[in-house]
């Protein structure tokens, strides 16, 4: 079975430019999350899709993020302009949740590298 | 303020021991509670689980005990074996809620 596939795996580029990552969810999974891994912080929710509709975008950390959910079947979170310190590795998760939660497992992708320089 | 805390950043146990890893938490409105493997350069992947209403679960050669009153859940790994060297993660939900709060993660070492 596929899992949740995450594009591209690794970004190396300037400070100023547009990042966009790529996510798609296991088929099926109403439920969908972007998180943020550094050493600072670990793992933090930056926002939470269910049903392509974004519920809580509170781990947000500026305007300079958006995430979309066009449909089912892709997301992206954008950066623009990208910083230094947005470097980090970014996962996106997906679940057979409900919007209130339903003790389902979030399932992960394998990141995206992200060096800003 | 942190509210899943696993306090030993990494522990080394010999093949064929039992490894323990401890998570604490604050939040006494969390009542599901999830632990995740992961391996370097990939993602979280998901272990084992339990619910509030029961104080242990099992699955081969992984336990998960909770402690409600401590505030506390473990991980037991018996035996070890070096495919388990990995960087183990809690989380734990509320209620009626999606949003998973992770502890900052045990370095486990299975030495051979």
């Known amino acids: 079975d596929a899992g949740v596939i995450q594009s591209p795996r690794h970004e190396v580029t300037e400070m100023g430019q547009e990042v966009t990552l790529r996510c798609k969810p296991i088929?099926?999974?109403?439920?969908l999350f972007w998180y943020r891994q550094t050493m600072m912080r670990g793992l933090e929710l930056l926002i939470y899709?269910?049903?392509?509709?974004?519920?809580?975008d509170s781990g947000m950390p500026e305007d300079r993020f958006s995430a979309k959910m066009p449909n089912a079947s892709f997301s992206t979170l954008k950066i623009q302009p990208s910083e230094p310190r947005d470097s980090a590795v970014y996962f996106c998760?997906?679940?057979?949740?409900?919007?209130?939660?339903?003790?389902?497992?979030?399932?992960f992708g394998d990141g995206t590298r992200l060096s800003i320089l | 303020d942190q509210q899943v805390k696993q306090n030993s950043p990494s522990l080394s146990v010999q093949e064929g021991r039992i490894s323990i890893l401890n998570c604490d938490y604050t939040?006494?409105?969390?009542?599901?509670f999830l632990w995740y493997k992961k391996y370097p350069a990939e993602g979280p992947t998901f272990l084992i689980s339990?619910?509030?209403?029961?104080d242990k679960n099992e699955d081969g050669r992984f336990t998960v005990f909770l402690n409600k009153s401590a505030k506390h859940l473990s991980l037991h790994i018996v035996p070890s074996q070096p495919g388990d060297s990995a960087v183990y993660f809690c989380?734990?939900?509320?209620?009626?809620?999606?949003?998973?709060?992770f502890g900052t993660g045990t370095r486990l070492k299975v030495l051979a």
């Open positions: 998760a997906s679940s057979p949740g409900t919007r209130t939660g339903s003790n389902q497992p979030q399932h």
């Open positions: 088929s099926g999974h109403n439920s």
């Open positions: 899709f269910n049903n392509n509709v974004p519920i809580d």
């Open positions: 939040n006494s409105m969390f009542d599901y």
């Open positions: 339990i619910s509030s209403i029961k």
């Open positions: 989380a734990a939900s509320a209620a009626g809620t999606y949003k998973y709060i």
